[in-house]
């Protein structure tokens, strides 16, 4: 039975850190929680970047300078082996919202100085206590739609920001029985058949 609780331990300060940090101070704190190749993966337009520095300069920072008061909302927070590489390698998954106000221009779109929320889904790969692979993605255009600015032609459904459970059963902050995991994930992997 693996013992995953230092992992998310890790990944919990790390997000801590990075929301307390100033948008100048990001780069040194990803470089405390990160392997010195850290490869982190986003989507267009920030593609795949390698160590803190260029992390923190092409996404953190910037958003952070966007979005004043920029907070994590986890709704969903759990750790385990990856199944794609032999169930070897220790991930940890935080799916919510950073939420903040929009008080600065980001990626061309106009602020709304309100609070805007950015859905996100963020996976870091840890290993000897660092953080040594993420994978980060988030919802630009749902930014786009609350600040008014809609790149889509009109939808037949509503859009609205998705509120996480109510009762936050998502955020496994603490040890997990490996049995419920097990069958977790076989029931996952047979709706995939």
């Given at each position: 039975m693996t013992d995953f609780q230092p992992a998310k331990d890790l990944v919990r300060q790390y997000h801590h850190d990075l929301s307390a940090a100033?948008?100048?101070?990001?780069?040194?704190?990803?470089?405390r929680y990160t392997g010195d190749?850290?490869?982190?993966?986003?989507?267009?337009?920030?593609?795949?970047?390698?160590?803190?520095?260029?992390?923190?300069?092409?996404?953190?920072?910037?958003?952070?300078?966007?979005?004043?008061?920029?907070?994590?909302r986890p709704d969903i927070f759990l750790a385990g082996r990856n199944e794609m590489d032999g169930f070897h390698s220790v991930w940890v998954v935080s799916m919510g919202h950073l939420m903040g106000l929009f008080d600065h221009p980001w990626l061309g779109i106009r602020p709304t100085g309100r609070i805007t929320m950015?859905?996100?889904?963020?996976?870091?790969?840890?290993?000897?206590?660092?953080?040594?692979?993420?994978?980060?993605?988030?919802?630009?255009?749902q930014v786009m739609v609350q600040a008014g600015q809609n790149p889509f032609p009109p939808q037949t459904g509503a859009h609205l920001v998705q509120p996480g459970p109510?009762?936050?059963?998502?955020?496994?902050?603490?040890?997990?029985?490996?049995?419920?995991?097990?069958?977790?994930?076989?029931?996952?992997?047979?709706?995939?058949?």
């Open positions: 100033a948008p100048e101070a990001v780069a040194e704190v990803l470089a190749r850290w490869l982190w993966r986003g989507m267009h337009p920030f593609h795949e970047q390698t160590g803190a520095e260029a992390v923190a300069d092409m996404f953190w920072s910037p958003l952070k300078a966007s979005f004043t008061r920029l907070q994590r950015l859905r996100y889904v963020e996976f870091n790969r840890v290993e000897n206590g660092k953080i040594t692979e993420t994978a980060m993605f988030c919802d630009i255009p109510m009762t936050h059963e998502g955020l496994m902050w603490g040890a997990q029985d490996p049995a419920k995991g097990k069958a977790t994930l076989d029931a996952i992997n047979a709706m995939l058949t």
